[in-house]
């Protein structure tokens, strides 16, 4: 992985000292580790400490504040069902239920195949189409036993889910 710190630091980077812009640069480094092997793996994160010389601590401490970063694998597909008051009321509940009995899994897991990670989020903002969940970056909405069904089958067949 190549970090170029004054193309991503910019302008600023005048004005900064060479340890401002190793850690100016850190999110940037960690979301790109993020989209290359879908989680941050320890070993390169003692990489990242050691070419920006920023200790481990730091790099975790940072890291972690942020929700966006994940610490473990997760899923090629990663389904999320809203569980915000639109969606409750017209049913999500069973829809996340059906899915965890299915994969036999629980919220917040990935298989043990790596074809799913199973999270909920507290509004996906389209209370029109609720029940919704989305698979990876589509919208489902409407959710019923028929679009379960066919989110089971995409992740059990590896089918593309676009």
């Known amino acids: ?21 190793k850690t ?13 092997y879908n989680y941050l793996p320890e070993d390169v994160l003692k990489k ?5 010389a920023v200790p481990l601590s730091d790099i975790y401490s940072t890291a972690s504040f942020y929700k966006q970063f994940y610490f473990t694998p997760r899923g090629k597909n990663i389904i999320k069902v809203c569980m915000g008051t639109a969606c409750h009321v017209r049913g999500s509940a069973k829809v996340l239920r059906s ?3 299915e994969f036999d899994m629980k919220e917040g897991e990935t298989t043990p195949d790596l074809s799913m990670t199973l999270e909920t989020v507290g509004c ?3 209370c029109g189409l609720a029940p919704v969940a989305t698979i990876n970056e589509n919208i489902v909405g409407e959710m019923d036993e028929n679009k379960v ?8 067949t590896g089918k593309d889910s676009e």
């Open 99 to 101: 899915l965890e009995e």
């Open 24 to 36: 100016g640069i850190l999110i940037h480094a960690l979301q790109k580790i993020q989209e290359e």
């Open 48 to 52: 990242l400490s050691e070419k920006l």
């Open 149 to 156: 069904n066919d989110i089971i089958e995409i992740i059990k």
């Open 124 to 126: 996906i903002g389209c």
């Open 1 to 21: 992985m190549e970090i170029k710190v004054n193309e991503v630091i910019g302008y600023t980077g005048e004005v900064l000292t060479e340890r401002q812009k």
